[in-house]
C-alpha cells in the first residue's frame, strides 16, 4: 500500500495488497501522525474477527469505548467554539448527528480505515470493509489512541480533519429523526411511533443496543447504536428512508 497524494495535497493510500505494517506505515502518512505506541494504533484497527481467526491479539472494541467519549469532548468543544450563541438543544442534536453511526463512517472512510483494518477472511467476505458499524467503531478507536499516544490536541486534529464535512453538515440546525418520525405518523393518521429493544450485545462497558420501532401501515425500523436512544435514532431514520422520506443524516 503505497502513499500517493490527493487533490489537496495530503496522502492517501494506494491500494494494491501489502502487509499489515506497511498499510498502518501508509495510514500514519494519511492522517499525519507517527504513533509513539505502534502497539496502540495496531490494536485500534483490529477487528474482534481478526482477534477470533488469530490475526490480532486484541481488538479495538476497549479503545473504542474510550473514543466514543474523546470524540464527543472534541466534537462538543468544536460545536461550541463554532456556534456560540446556540442553546443547549441546539448544541445537542448538532452533536447528535456528528457522532452518529452513519457521521463515523463517512469520516472513516475519509482517513481511509476501510484500507489498513484487520479482519478475519470470513468477515471480509461478508463485506465488513464497508460495514457501517465496523468502521463507526474503528474510527472512535483511532480517537482513542490518537489521545491515549499524544493527548487531546493529536485527537482533535483527526476529528477536525475527518470530521470537517459532517460539521458542515450541521451548519443548519438537523432535526431528531425521533421528532421526525413522531411527526410524520400524526400527519400521515398513524399509530404513534412504539420501540422496542430487540437485542442487547457486548460487554457491559461497550454494550449494542438493537431496536425496532413500528408505526402503523409502514414496514418497521430496525437500528443499531451504543445506546438504547442512539439506537432508536437509527430505528426511527430507517423506518423514514423505508417510506421514502427525507431525513437528516
Given at each position: ?172 440546525r438537523p432535526r431528531d429523526p425521533k421528532n ?13 411511533p412504539m420501540y422496542r429493544v430487540v437485542a ?50
Open positions: 500500500m503505497g502513499v500517493a497524494p490527493d487533490t489537496a495535497g495530503r496522502p492517501v493510500l494506494a491500494t494494491h495488497r501489502v502487509s499489515f505494517d506497511e498499510a498502518v506505515d501508509a495510514f500514519e502518512a494519511h492522517i499525519g501522525h507517527r504513533f509513539t505506541n505502534r502497539v496502540i494504533i495496531e490494536q485500534a484497527l483490529s477487528h474482534a474477527s481478526a482477534v477470533d481467526s488469530g490475526r490480532a491479539t486484541v481488538s479495538y472494541e476497549r479503545l473504542e469505548f474510550v473514543g466514543d467519549r474523546v470524540l464527543g469532548l472534541v466534537a462538543a468543544l468544536v460545536l461550541s467554539e463554532s456556534y456560540p450563541t446556540a442553546d443547549e438543544g441546539g448544541l445537542s442534536v448538532r452533536l447528535n448527528a456528528v457522532v452518529a453511526a452513519p457521521a463515523c463512517a463517512r469520516a472513516a472512510r475519509r482517513a481511509g480505515i476501510p484500507a489498513v483494518l484487520r479482519l478475519s477472511r470470513d468477515e471480509e467476505r461478508k463485506g465488513g470493509r464497508d460495514k457501517e458499524r465496523i468502521l463507526g467503531d474503528a474510527a472512535e478507536a483511532v480517537c482513542a489512541a490518537l489521545f491515549l499516544d499524544a493527548g487531546l490536541p493529536a485527537a482533535r486534529r483527526f476529528v477536525e480533519t475527518f470530521w470537517a464535512e459532517e460539521f458542515v453538515r450541521v451548519a443548519t421526525t418520525l413522531q411527526e410524520w405518523a400524526a400527519a400521515s393518521g398513524r399509530s404513534a442487547r450485545e457486548g460487554p457491559d462497558h461497550a454494550p449494542r443496543f438493537q431496536v425496532e420501532v413500528a408505526v402503523s401501515g409502514a414496514q418497521p425500523g430496525l437500528g443499531e447504536g451504543a445506546s438504547k436512544r442512539d439506537a432508536e435514532r437509527a430505528a426511527a431514520r430507517a423506518l423514514l428512508r423505508a417510506a421514502g422520506e427525507t431525513v437528516d443524516e
